[in-house]
C-alpha cells in the first residue's frame, strides 16, 4: 500500500525526510523532473520544464550520490540539466544525436563508472520520432515512460515487468499519444496516475486519458494542482 504525501520545505522540516525513500514528481509546469532517493543517493529522471525547484532539490540532494538517467533529447526533458552539480553522472544518456546546443548541456558530465540495480531500462530503436527515442525507467514500483509512443508502449509493455507498477508518470505528459488502453491493462495493481504538464496552457492530460484512466478507477494527480508531488516508497 502506498503511503501519498504532499511535502514542502519549512524551517519545521525535519531530517528524517532526507534518510527515507521518496519518488518525487517535480511541479516544473510542462515537462519533466522526478527524483527517487533514499539516506546516500538522489536519481533523477530527465530534467525539463519551464520552472525549477532548484533549492528544494538540492537541499533534499546535499551530500548525495546523484545520477542521470534521460529518457530523450526533448527541451522539456533535457533543458534544465546544466544546473545539476557537475559531481552528478550520468548514467543513461539520451540515445542518438541532437543539436550541439542541446548535447552541450550534458557535456562535462562524467559517466558513472557502473550502473545501478535499482533501475531497469528499456532501450528502444533509433527512430526519426524523437518521443519514440524515448528510454523507459521503472524503479521499484514506478514507471517513468518519457514520451514514449503508444507504438513503442506496445513493444515494451511486453519486456518491462510491470506487474507491481503502483504510480505512473503520464507519458509525454498525459498526451492521447500515449498510455493506451493495452498499457493499463498491463498494470492490474496501478494505484495513481501523476501529470506534470499545465492543462491551462497545453490542455495536458489530454480528455480522453482523464476518462480512460477514470474507467479503470486510477486517481489521477496533476502537479498544476498540486505542486510538487511525493510518494513515500
Same mark, same amino acid.
Given at each position: 500500500?502506498? +503511503?501519498f504525501? +504532499? *511535502? !514542502? !520545505?519549512s524551517?519545521?522540516?525535519t531530517?528524517e525526510v !532526507?534518510?527515507?525513500k ?11 523532473w522526478?527524483?527517487?532517493t ?5 536519481l =533523477?529522471?530527465?530534467?525539463?520544464? &519551464? !520552472? ?6 538540492? $537541499?533534499?540532494c546535499q551530500? $548525495?550520490?546523484?545520477?542521470m538517467? /534521460?529518457?530523450h ?7 534544465g540539466?546544466? #544546473? *545539476?552539480?557537475?559531481?552528478?553522472? *550520468? %548514467? ?7 543539436s550541439?546546443r542541446? %548535447?552541450?548541456?550534458?557535456q ?8 545501478t540495480?535499482?533501475?531497469t531500462t528499456?532501450i528502444p530503436?533509433l527512430? $526519426? ?5 524515448s ?5 521499484q ?7 514514449s509512443t503508444?507504438? &513503442? %508502449?506496445n513493444?515494451?509493455?511486453? %519486456?518491462v515487468?510491470l506487474q507491481? /507498477?503502483?504510480?505512473l508518470?503520464l507519458? =509525454?505528459?498525459?498526451s492521447r499519444?500515449?498510455?493506451s488502453e493495452? *498499457?493499463l491493462k #498491463?498494470m492490474?495493481? +496501478? $494505484? =495513481? ?7 491551462r496552457r @497545453?490542455?495536458?492530460?489530454?480528455? &480522453?486519458i482523464?476518462?480512460?484512466l477514470?474507467? @479503470?478507477?486510477?486517481? +489521477?494527480l496533476?502537479?498544476?494542482?498540486w505542486g510538487?508531488?511525493?510518494f513515500?516508497q
Amino acid at each position: 500500500m502506498f +503511503l501519498f504525501s +504532499l *511535502l !514542502f !520545505f519549512s524551517s519545521s522540516f525535519t531530517t528524517e525526510v !532526507f534518510v527515507r525513500k521518496y519518488f518525487i514528481v517535480w511541479n516544473v509546469g510542462q515537462g519533466q523532473w522526478t527524483t527517487w532517493t533514499d539516506a546516500t543517493k538522489c536519481l =533523477h529522471f530527465d530534467r525539463g520544464g &519551464e !520552472f525549477f525547484p532548484q533549492k528544494k532539490a538540492s $537541499k533534499l540532494c546535499q551530500q $548525495k550520490e546523484q545520477r542521470m538517467f /534521460v529518457s530523450h533529447w526533448d527541451w522539456d526533458h533535457v533543458g534544465g540539466i546544466g #544546473a *545539476l552539480s557537475k559531481t552528478s553522472c *550520468l %548514467e543513461k544518456p539520451p540515445l542518438g544525436r541532437s543539436s550541439k546546443r542541446k %548535447e552541450k548541456l550534458i557535456q562535462g558530465f562524467s559517466r558513472c563508472s557502473d550502473n545501478t540495480d535499482l533501475v531497469t531500462t528499456w532501450i528502444p530503436r533509433l527512430s $526519426k520520432i524523437s518521443n519514440a527515442n524515448s528510454q523507459v525507467f521503472k524503479i521499484q514500483n514506478v514507471l517513468i515512460p518519457g514520451d514514449s509512443t503508444i507504438a &513503442e %508502449e506496445n513493444r515494451w509493455s511486453h %519486456e518491462v515487468p510491470l506487474q507491481d /507498477v503502483g504510480i505512473l508518470v503520464l507519458g =509525454h505528459h498525459g498526451s492521447r499519444t500515449s498510455t493506451s488502453e493495452n *498499457l493499463l491493462k #498491463a498494470m492490474p495493481h +496501478l $494505484k =495513481h496516475a501523476v501529470s506534470s504538464a499545465r492543462w491551462r496552457r @497545453y490542455k495536458h492530460p489530454h480528455a &480522453e486519458i482523464i476518462s480512460r484512466l477514470q474507467r @479503470y478507477k486510477i486517481p +489521477l494527480l496533476r502537479t498544476e494542482d498540486w505542486g510538487n508531488i511525493w510518494f513515500e516508497q
